[in-house]
């Protein structure tokens, strides 16, 4: 479980009772867990093992000498390293050399001449692995170059390298451990069959493949339960604290404010009992309805993620990995949102949702100023509308449906737009969350032809070296503008 807030050991007050409150809710809570997950699939078990195995094919007058020695003398590396000699003419050699070998990474170092690779790149699909392609006539390409695009339109993660130094450097990142290897994340809801963003394609073995995230879902029915057994103990003090920081209280009654911190409070004690790194609620699976099931979980969302836990709106498995995934690179919470519009003239987009951290620039920054309103007027609930830096520099980005590729736009906000001070006629849905803003981003046609789906996640800053490296461990691909400098103000 990841925890940005930087404390020193006093304990304060509010601390005390935070502490004392979820003790107590945490003991009435069922011990289920990830119990199922102890024992992975086997097509797991090359992600899960320390070893790492690194294949080096090379036709044998090609071989780097020193490349190899570096590469097995990388420190603080547990490295099985396999050399095989191929005749890269002849695709099945290599290919048996490939089969007969369980690796994690596969080096292929080219002949220095040759007219064609043949069906080498049909045989070999897509072996869900980095593939590191050394050319070793980097004047004269033009034939790798081919078999590269060809491994990559078969579905492969490609790195070409022209030089020893750059195929050392692609494998030491391939290398480390992936970025969420081994966290934790609870969904309730129906499993793989959120209300508004269904990911029936997944499974949790192949979640845990792509990402390293082991995840478990459990019904809404049992947290409707959890939720009924508790009571007030330290959900007060936590509502009084909403109250007092806020810059305004907008149609909304102490008791929607209280059950949101009830929910807040039993969340957060599962989240302490079972070490978890992130949560989901399929929660549009209720909001609508005319008596909701549980409180709207908005306030609950933004406080966890000020508090380094990913929590994902609609139990949405894409958007709480990428939410994962983001925070996890810049230490700060982020903005899940719809992508309501986009504009093709000004290159924006119009990014909303109804629950925003306070905390966006990170825990060691300032909180924004919010106010508090009912759920899109409906005079229910009640959610933050916080106010965003503009101008601040951002990062937006969301796996694919399959966990294959990674989009991920740069950008820079440029305006907020409030329209929560207008009511909507009975019955009727705003249009827009409580929290609007237009972005503006580069290449926004290139955005809208490799859209990821309903929501994208927004940090603030510029990570595109981490991010770059982040996916490479993960062996997924990077979609993005042909340009990832900062945009300008």
């Known amino acids: 479980m990841c925890q940005w807030n930087d404390r020193d050991s006093h304990v ?11 003790a107590s809710v945490a003991a009435g809570i069922p011990t ?11 097509a797991a078990s090359r992600i899960e093992r320390s070893r790492k195995k690194l294949l080096y094919i090379s036709d044998g007058q090609s071989v ?41 990474i596969l080096l292929l170092c080219l002949p220095r001449m040759t007219f064609s690779f ?14 590191i392609v050394l050319s070793s006539n980097p004047e004269l390409i033009l034939i790798d170059a081919n078999l590269v695009a060809s491994l990559r339109a078969n579905g492969a993660n490609v790195t070409f390298a022209l030089s020893d130094a750059q195929a050392l450097e692609t494998v030491k990142i391939a290398l480390s451990p992936r970025i969420l290897e081994g966290k934790r994340a609870l969904l309730f809801g129906r499993p793989f069959d959120s209300t508004t963003v269904p990911a029936r394609n ?39 604290r909403w109250k007092k920081e806020a810059v305004e209280v907008i149609r909304v009654s102490d008791k929607a404010i209280l059950d949101a911190s009830r929910l807040y409070m039993l969340l957060r004690a599962i989240i302490e009992k079972e070490k978890l790194s992130a949560v989901a609620i399929d929660c549009l699976g209720f909001t609508m309805l005319p008596n909701p099931v549980l409180p709207y979980p908005c306030l609950a969302f ?22 994962m995934f983001l925070q996890e690179i810049s230490r700060r919470p982020s903005f899940m949102c719809n992508v309501m519009a986009v504009d093709m003239k000004k290159s924006s987009l119009v990014l909303s949702h109804c ?17 508090l309103h009912d759920y899109h007027n409906f005079g229910k609930g009640v959610v933050p509308e916080v106010e965003f830096p503009i101008g601040a520099e951002v990062t937006t980005g969301e796996f694919s449906k399959d966990l294959k590729s990674f989009s991920f736009w740069p950008g820079r906000i440029q305006s907020q737009v409030k329209n929560t001070d207008h009511a909507a006629p009975k019955g009727t849905l705003l249009n827009a969350c409580a929290n609007t803003m237009d972005v503006r981003v580069r290449d926004v046609d290139r955005f809208l032809q490799n859209i990821a789906g309903i929501h994208h996640v927004m940090i603030t800053g510029n990570h595109t070296k981490s991010i770059e490296k982040a996916l490479t ?7 993005g503008p042909s340009d990832f400098s900062a945009v300008e103000v």
């Open 355 to 371: 629950v925003a951290p306070l905390r966006l620039n990170g825990s060691s920054a300032p909180a924004m100023k919010y106010r």
């Open 64 to 104: 780097h000498q020193p490349l190899m020695d570096s590469i097995k003398s990388i420190p603080e590396t547990d490295l099985d390293f396999t050399h095989i000699k191929a005749n890269f003419q002849k695709s099945q050699e290599v290919i048996q050399a490939i089969h007969s070998q369980d690796a994690d």
């Open 12 to 22: 304060g007050r509010r601390d005390f009772i935070k502490a004392t409150a979820l």
């Open 32 to 42: 289920t867990g990830f119990a199922n997950q102890d024992k992975i699939n086997p």
């Open 473 to 479: 461990r993960m062996n997924v691909r990077l979609v």
């Open 118 to 131: 043949g069906s080498l790149y049909d045989s070999m699909g897509d072996l869900n692995i980095p593939i």
């Open 202 to 240: 997944l499974t949790e073995d192949y979640v845990y493949r792509h990402t390293g995230v082991r995840i478990a879902y459990r019904s809404m029915e049992e947290l409707t339960e959890l939720f009924r057994a508790t009571d007030e103990t330290g959900a007060r003090s936590e509502m009084e």
């Open 302 to 323: 933004a406080r966890l993620r000020d508090e380094g836990i990913t929590a994902a709106c609609e139990s949405d498995l894409c958007g709480l990995l990428s939410s």
